[in-house]
T-cell receptor, first 113, second 113 residues
Framework: EAQVTQNPRYLITVTGKKLTVTCSQNMNHEYMSWYRQDPGLGLRQIYY???????DKGDVPEGYKVSRKEKRNFPLILESPSPNQTSLYFC????????????FGPGTRLTVL | KNQVEQSPQSLIILEGKNCTLQ??????????LRWYKQDTGRGPVSLTI?????NTKSNGRYTATLDADTKQSSLHITASQLSDSASYICVVKRWDTGNQFYFGTGTSLTVIP
């Protein structure tokens, strides 16, 4: 089944404790993105990658890191999480085609205490 | 400034009734517009995508319209079902960007029996 998977789905952590949220897609898509979704603000792009070893900042990259060593994986790293990073995070992937339809993962709900 | 605004913010309708959701955008130059459906606690799923030359596109009981001159789109849901309860998100892509999408904040639809 074609899908985007994220792990973990739920995470509660404390300020300053490094964490990684994994994202994997099995559709051989070139583009991958990370978004955060907060009430009243909609989805905002954190980082995106157009191919292996190619990453770029989105609208809200501060406090986050990403890497794209393999085409299928695009982990999101929070080196020193803070309470304002409490949010719902989505990974998405899409092929390099004109339709640009993104396929979203199930989401990771992160709480930073 | 590139923006996407949706209305209403929330909507409650009776099962079997029709409804129309609105999306106004200022994103330019325009590439395409999508409507996504997001069930509570899940990732968004694409419903329709429309390019500059398309006025109407249907997907089952969902019909999207686009007026590129006035920069307005609507999503019409016919004969609503309880399973239509979700958030509907309008997303616009600019022509000259690789992977930047502009998201509306969504319309929360509740269908009651």
């Amino acid at each position: 089944e074609a899908q985007v998977t994220q792990n973990p789905r739920y995470l509660i952590t404390v300020t300053g404790k490094k964490l990684t949220v994994t994202c994997s897609q099995n559709m051989n898509h070139e583009y991958m993105s990370w978004y955060r979704q907060d009430p009243g603000l909609g989805l905002r792009q954190i980082y995106y990658s157009m191919n292996v070893e190619v990453t770029d900042k989105g609208d809200v990259p501060e406090g986050y890191k990403v890497s794209r060593k393999e085409k299928r994986n695009f982990p999101l790293i929070l080196e020193s999480p803070s309470p304002n990073q409490t949010s719902l995070y989505f990974c998405a992937s899409r092929p390099r085609t004109p339709t640009d339809t993104q396929y979203f993962g199930p989401g990771t709900r992160l709480t930073v205490l | 400034k590139n923006q996407v605004e949706q209305s209403p913010q929330s909507l409650i309708i009776l099962e079997g009734k029709n409804c129309t959701l609105q999306c106004n955008y200022t994103v330019s130059p325009f590439s395409n517009l999508r409507w996504y459906k997001q069930d509570t606690g899940r990732g968004p799923v694409s419903l329709t995508i429309m390019t500059f030359s398309e006025n109407t596109k249907s997907n089952g009981r969902y019909t999207a319209t686009l007026d590129a001159d006035t920069k307005q789109s609507s999503l019409h849901i016919t004969a609503s079902q309880l399973s239509d309860s979700a958030s509907y998100i309008c997303v616009v892509k600019r022509w000259d960007t690789g992977n930047q999408f502009y998201f509306g904040t969504g319309t929360s639809l509740t269908v009651i029996p």
